[in-house]
């Protein structure tokens, strides 16, 4: 489980995500490169330290538990996140970095740099434009479903052996109906982003190791998941 | 005032009041002159394809006798209907009963005698303004052909091929563009009617006694020297004397110089022009679009976003006022308007409708300042459309909202919420992504219930979503979502059906929906 996020630089976007993750309850270390943002994360009261660009990163390997931590790359030049990406990368393997790029043009420079996801600032806010006067209710749906704190949540749960629903057929699974949950999709964990979608109709058999995406309210999706489990009953 | 005289102020009146009359006028000068009359164009079609039927029996006539209802319709049918739209052009020109009026009521004022026959004359010479303007006359040189007793007026129906300009805008384009050089053009004729006359006179001197030339009379000078000007050089006729092969040296070397010339001034004619022919194009397009987003700014944001809007089929214009930034959409072959989105004449000048055609006011420039300034220009003209902000620096959210912006998007705080995925669930996330992306067939969509399909579903039952391969996510409407809903909920007018599935089944689906069994 993540416990430490760690930020770099302190600009509008870098405040957001901090601001999300402290009211999600994360703790967040800010790394800042000038001393004006280095000021200005102290009178917010954040943990903060000021270091160089160049540094050699030693620090971090020390002070924190690497899998549980989630690098933030979000300073304000996208040639100084690819080469934040890269020095990170360099020392660390299985660090996971995310980094903010303009465009997707520099999203594919700092992929290839080494960081797990790029965050493209301009399609993001370009796509949410064009949802939201193409299709705004799908958007509000989303929306709540993805990042507000309400009852419908989504949620994601790996088949294990024995469970109910190993070896059924994702078209035909009826159980779902009982708990008033809708099942999206089937994901590989292997295969990333490889998903059969239960609207396809393809005749897909849920396996072992498989990953299911169901969309429900809180209470149903617990009941859901202690059936598929073998739990209850 | 004398009897007719206040006949003649009686009947204006009585045009001038008419619904009749004005209605029918009204309808004929847009037939005729308006070029946003959407009808205007079938008539432009159909009168071409007199004039084209015209010129095909001209040609035929030249070798094949014509069958009598041929030369009828040639001679009769097509010259009546060109009458008659002379006629009415000639009517629709200007309004006699208007100048009788308008005359008539400044001389009660002035406690002057109102004169009919200098009122009747003011009248005449607006219809002669008219009736002696070019195309005016190519018009009544077409119907000549109507009184063919005259076998020369036969040849009058090619006049019926000039007036394929008044059908044809580019032609009509064209012809302007060349006279904005009317200055370059009258010296250019200047100096080649004076080379030609010299140099003819001078070949003529030269060969016209020398047995062996075959130039022998002055109009043989003059044909030679022009077509030897205009490079063609056929060489019928060809200068034999030393003297005449010196004035063909000349006249060749000024002749390439005024070819040159002439293709320059035709080429910067055309290249200083061509902004203001693209931009009457844009206009035009415009008028005739019914619906579309107005993006204000072209910055690297809209970039994007037009890329997504056209392949998503969506029309939309860009306003951008600055040259540069204008010139990138250009480039990328996007409907865009150098004009400040912030003054209210560029809607008025380019006959932007704020109230039927925008759909959503898209304010994407980089200051919020000047989407501050935008909004309130669109606002004050419409109060109610819709319009989506770029946000730029959180502090001005809420100046944004005063100044009347329905949808804020603060990229901040998007990649703030976004970033969020990241720790929990990332296989569901993936997965939405996809969804979201476009990238595959499965897509997320919303069916709109309307009165239609709410005239044969009552309840989600009647949606029959299980024998649709759908997913029916759940139903929207007015900020709220009721997931998964049950058989026996109903629908309303408003809601929104949010579903999952194939694209094609998608929109079948939807088809379906909205056909009515009665």
């Known amino acids: ?233 | 005032m004398s009897f007719i005289s206040k006949r003649f102020v009686d009947l204006s009146y009585l045009l001038q009041s008419s619904k009749d009359y004005q209605g029918t006028k009204r309808f004929f000068y847009s037939l005729l002159e308006d070029q946003s009359y959407p009808y205007k164009k079938y008539f432009d079609y159909f009168m071409m394809l007199l004039i084209l039927s015209s010129v095909m029996l001209l040609i035929r006539g030249v070798k094949y006798p014509l069958h009598e209802y041929a030369i009828a319709y040639n001679d009769y049918v097509i010259s009546i209907i060109f009458m008659l739209e002379y006629l009415l052009r000639l009517w629709v020109y200007s309004s006699a009963s208007k100048e009788i009026i308008s005359q008539y009521e400044k001389d009660e004022l002035l406690n002057k005698k109102f004169k009919l026959s200098k009122t009747v004359s003011k009248v005449l010479k607006k219809k002669w303004d008219y009736i002696s303007s070019p195309f005016a006359i190519i018009d009544l040189l077409a119907i000549m052909p109507f009184f063919h007793e005259l076998r020369i007026l036969r040849l009058f129906i090619l006049f019926r091929a000039f007036k394929i300009f008044r059908y044809t805008r580019s032609l009509q384009q064209f012809a302007q563009v060349l006279a904005s050089k009317k200055f370059e053009f009258f010296t250019l004729m200047v100096f080649t009617s004076v080379m030609i006359s010299v140099s003819a006179v001078l070949i003529y001197v030269a060969e016209a006694n020398n047995e062996n030339s075959a130039i022998n009379t002055i109009f043989e000078a003059f044909y030679w020297a022009f077509v030897t000007l205009s490079t063609v050089g056929y060489g019928d006729f060809v200068p034999v004397t030393d003297l005449g092969r010196t004035v063909a040296m000349l006249i060749i070397i000024s002749g390439v110089a005024v070819i040159a010339f002439t293709t320059s001034i035709v080429v910067s004619a055309f290249t200083e022009q061509l902004d203001g022919i693209k931009e009457q194009k844009v206009i035009s397009d415009i008028s005739k679009m019914k619906h579309f987003y107005l993006i204000c700014g072209y910055s690297s944001v809209a970039e994007i976003v037009t890329k997504r809007l056209l392949k998503d089929d969506q029309p939309f214009v860009i306003l951008e006022k600055d040259s540069t930034r204008m010139m990138e959409a250009v480039k990328a072959r996007l409907p865009v308007i150098m004009a400040d989105p912030a003054k209210q004449e560029s809607y008025e000048n380019y006959g932007i409708d704020l109230n039927t055609q925008v759909i959503s006011v898209l304010c994407l420039e980089d200051t919020d300042v000047q989407t501050i300034y935008t909004a309130l220009t669109v606002r004050s003209i419409n109060p109610k459309i819709e319009i989506l902000s770029y946000l730029h620096e959180g502090k001005n959210r809420k100046k944004l909202s005063l100044a009347g912006v329905n949808k804020i998007v603060y990229p901040q705080e998007l990649i703030g919420v976004v970033s969020k995925e990241f720790t929990g669930k990332p296989v569901a996330f993936d997965a939405i992504h996809l969804l979201r992306s476009q990238s595959s067939n499965i897509v997320m969509e919303e069916i709109l219930i309307n009165e239609r399909i709410l005239s044969a579903k009552k309840c989600v039952k009647d949606l029959a979503i299980n024998m649709s391969k759908l997913i029916l996510l759940g139903i929207y409407n007015n900020e709220s979502f009721h997931f998964n809903p049950g058989d026996d909920v109903s629908l309303v007018e408003g809601d929104s059906l949010v579903v999952i599935g194939l694209d094609i089944v998608i929109e079948e689906y939807s088809l379906n929906l909205h056909k009515v069994f009665v």
Request: proline share 1%.
């Open chain 1, 1 to 233: 489980m993540i416990k430490e996020i760690l930020t770099f630089g302190y600009n509008e976007y870098a405040k957001e995500i901090t601001r999300n993750f402290i009211l999600d309850g994360f703790s967040v270390k800010l790394y800042v490169i000038d001393e004006a943002s280095f000021t200005n994360a102290k009178e917010d009261g954040l943990k903060v330290e000021l270091v160089e660009l160049d540094d050699d990163w030693l620090s971090i390997g020390r002070d924190f538990d690497l899998d549980k931590v989630i690098c933030f790359c979000a300073l304000d030049d996208d040639a100084q996140n690819v080469f934040l990406t890269i020095s990170l990368r360099a020392e660390y393997e299985d660090l996971y970095i995310i980094s903010l790029a303009t465009s997707k043009d520099s999203a594919e420079k700092l992929q290839l740099a080494g960081a797990n996801k790029a965050i493209p600032k301009l399609e993001t806010t370009a796509n949410v434009i064009v949802e939201s006067l193409e299709k705004p209710a799908v958007l509000e749906v989303m929306n709540d479903l993805l990042y507000r704190d309400k009852d419908l949540k989504l949620a994601e749960y790996i088949i294990e052996k024995n469970s109910a629903l190993e070896g059924e057929f994702l078209h035909e699974i009826e159980l779902h109906k009982l708990y008033n949950i809708i099942i999206l999709a089937v994901g590989d964990k292997e295969r990333e982003a490889e998903f059969t979608f239960s609207a396809e109709g393809h005749n897909h058999k849920v396996e072992m190791g498989d990953v299911l995406v169901v969309m429900g309210r809180e209470n149903d999706l617990q009941k859901f998941a202690n059936h598929i489990s073998g739990k209850s009953e």
